[in-house]
């Protein structure tokens, strides 16, 4: 469950340094949590947001989500945050230019000349596509809001960029999206993960300084900043119909299975049939008051509580 | 930056995924050509999007997203037995498209398919093919319009076209007798300028009342455009069909049904409709346990229904007294043996 945080959804956001995290780690007012022993965690719970400072590669993310996001619910998303190289420099394929594919595809001309930079450094992407080069498996996680950023394809591997490595078509490149994805549908789905990714280097990481990943990262805070906010919205949105009427549910269901001397299968019918009630504006709670006013509940016995239901039943419907 | 306060979705097919090996499609081009603003994204095969794992159906309905693949297998299959053969023999049924852009909150694609995203086969040739072989056997009834409101996507696909091209060849070609239905609920007037009728196409529009209409069929067509353009339909000489499948119950069912069937009687000449089904509805176990659980909200998916043998449909009175209801007030002004009813076929 989650602690104290009433109605506030919760974003997790993952990054591998925390160089990659500082910015935000400002922006949003977050307290790191000394709680955690194997990870740098931050939280800020009034606003719903906990970032956690992973550690560079696939298992140091994979084991990081499965210590912080447990207990992520409908409405939650994990979003991963960090650098990556910029592939570049390179003649863009026809096939492997799918991003840049609009207007462009039909013609099946490339829309970008040789040698020209398809992202600049400082450039943020969200990305539709990951795939992990190890594997070849292939990811997609939803792209369902509108969100302003331009959108690419990554590839993520088990050692750092070199230009000399193999681009299969696309234009990010970094050591964790896979991971995070693969690790994260344990507790998300496809439409509550996304990865923003800020471009650091063509592929000499190496040259790349943490004080120059703290400035990348804070030349995009409000981008991400925006982004995750929205992501809030849309999550206290979507949830804040669903969970008023589960809380109706729950207190009549337990009051009614309990003077109905219910098994378990009627209270699953009788749960059924309270939620239909709620949803076509049944008073319920008047209900369940009028039949103990009339003497028909409590009931002695589970006999007399099957027919206490059928009569529950005949007046919700 | 989009001002990310505006729009909570993505508008429909901001996204386009495209298998490799349709790539080169004329259908992918055509198609894509009317999409110039979509994000287009390389896949392997279809079902690498749509049967992701996790994926929650009514969030991805709201900024629906397109996957143009390729079909293989199995291209055409056996009648379901809860769906309507209006007493045809060899009845059949062909998905050239998985989804729908109408979002019904009652519909079994909810619980059937793991995404809501739409899924268009551009193979449609391999359909016809598949079609044409079976042709020389025996004759075909073929519903293409099952998983998915071809009418409704008719400006972006036009796949109605093509099927209305490929059964009017047939009847010129000495095979077998072939009678496709499209179901829909797109009544698009502009239809009858780019269309034509033939004589094996039946076309299955759903009528509904207003009220639920507007309470479980979101983005459909008004009622009154619904019959506007059976009535357009049927002067042009299209084959026209209505169902009154599924029934919903509501309170005041059986007067909104009333008022329904008052409508369609002053605007519809009934004489010239092909015929008429009726069923409540109903659906299967399986499907009726995920809508419910992506639908918590959803008042009709969420009736107390009751379960027969693995399949879910209103209690047996209240099925009987909706069904009956609508076959007398039918049977006034129909002849009986065109009004097929569902429950016939169970028994």
């Known amino acids: 469950m989650k602690e104290n945080i009433g109605v506030i959804n919760m974003i997790y956001i993952l990054t591998a340094m925390y160089a990659e995290a500082r910015a935000i780690i400002t922006h949003f007012h977050l307290k790191k949590d000394i709680s955690h022993i194997h990870f740098q965690v931050f939280d800020n719970q009034e606003v719903g947001i906990r970032l956690i400072v992973a550690g560079i590669g696939a298992i140091s993310a994979a084991v990081a989500i499965a210590d912080t996001c447990m207990a992520a619910e409908a409405g939650d998303f994990l979003v991963n945050v960090g650098i990556c190289a910029g592939i570049q420099e390179e003649k863009v394929s026809e096939k492997g230019n799918d991003c840049l594919a609009k207007g462009a595809l039909l013609s099946r001309e490339p829309n970008q000349g040789e040698n020209e930079r398809i992202c600049r450094i400082g450039e943020i992407f969200l990305c539709n596509k990951i795939r992990e080069q190890i594997t070849g498996r292939t990811f997609y996680p939803d792209i369902l809001y509108p969100h302003g950023l331009k959108e690419a394809q990554i590839l993520t591997g088990a050692a750092a960029y070199t230009k000399d490595k193999k681009k299969e078509g696309f234009w990010l490149y970094d050591m964790e999206a896979a991971a995070v994805y693969q690790a994260g549908l344990y507790y998300f789905g496809p439409h509550q993960m996304s990865f923003l990714k800020v471009v650091s280097d063509y592929g000499d990481a190496e040259k790349v300084t943490a004080e120059q990943v703290r400035e990348l990262m804070e030349g995009n805070v409000e981008r991400i900043a925006e982004y995750v906010n929205f992501l809030q919205e849309i999550g206290r949105k979507e949830q804040s119909g669903i969970s008023f009427l589960e809380d109706v549910l729950l207190s009549e269901t337990e009051k009614l299975c309990r003077d109905m001397h219910c098994s378990k299968t009627m209270a699953a019918a009788l749960r059924q049939c309270i939620r239909y009630g709620i949803l076509s504006g049944v008073d319920i709670a008047e209900l369940r008051k009028e039949m103990y006013r009339e003497g028909k509940l409590p009931c002695k016995d589970k006999r007399e509580g099957k027919l206490c239901f059928e009569e529950f039943k005949r007046r919700v419907l | ?347």
């Not at chain 2, 050509?33 to 994000?39: G, H, I, N, R, Y």
């Not at chain 2, 033939?198 to 639920?212: A, E, K, N, R």
Request: a negative charge; proline letters at 4%; one cysteine or more.
């Open chain 2, 1 to 347: 930056m989009k001002n990310l306060k505006g729009e909570y979705y993505n508008s429909p097919f901001s996204h386009v995924y495209v298998e490799k090996e349709v790539w080169e499609h004329p259908r992918t081009k055509r198609i894509l050509a009317k999409l110039p603003d979509a994000d287009v994204i390389e896949i392997d095969h279809y079902k690498d999007v749509f049967c992701r794992k996790g994926q929650d159906y009514v969030l991805q309905h709201r900024a629906q997203n397109l996957i143009l693949g390729a079909k293989h297998g199995t291209l055409l299959y056996k009648g379901a037995p809860v769906c309507q053969s209006f007493g045809n023999q060899n009845f059949y049924y062909t998905s050239c498209m998985m989804n729908c852009i109408f979002d019904c909150e009652y519909c079994y694609l909810k619980g059937m398919y793991p995404s809501g995203n739409l899924v268009v086969f551009v193979n449609l040739e391999d359909i016809f093919k598949e079609v044409e072989k079976l042709l020389l056997k025996e004759e075909l009834y073929l519903c293409i319009s099952y998983d998915t409101d071809l009418p409704a996507l008719e400006g972006l696909m036009g796949y109605v076209q093509e099927w209305l091209q490929f059964v009017e060849e047939n009847l010129f070609s000495g095979k077998k007798r072939l009678t496709v239905e499209i179901r829909t609920k797109a009544a698009d007037s502009h239809f009858f300028e780019r269309h034509f009728p033939v004589p094996g196409v039946i076309y299955g529009m759903t009528l509904s009342p207003q009220i639920v209409i507007e309470s479980y069929e979101h983005k459909t067509p008004a009622l009154r455009q619904r019959i506007a353009w059976a009535t357009q339909a049927m002067t042009e000489g299209y084959r026209v069909r209505l169902c009154f499948d599924p029934m919903i119950y509501c309170k005041e069912w059986k007067q909104r049904y009333s008022e329904m069937l008052e409508d369609v009687f002053s605007q519809i000449d009934m004489d010239k409709i092909e015929d008429v089904s009726v069923g409540t509805f109903r659906v299967s176990q399986d499907y009726l346990k995920k809508m419910r659980r992506q639908q918590p909200c959803s008042m009709v998916v969420q009736y107390p229904f009751i379960n027969d043998k693995g399949v879910y449909h209103y209690p047996k009175e209240l099925t009987k007294e909706m069904e009956q209801f609508l076959v007398d007030r039918l049977k006034e002004r129909i002849a009986e043996k065109k009004i097929f009813l569902w429950e016939d076929e169970e028994m």
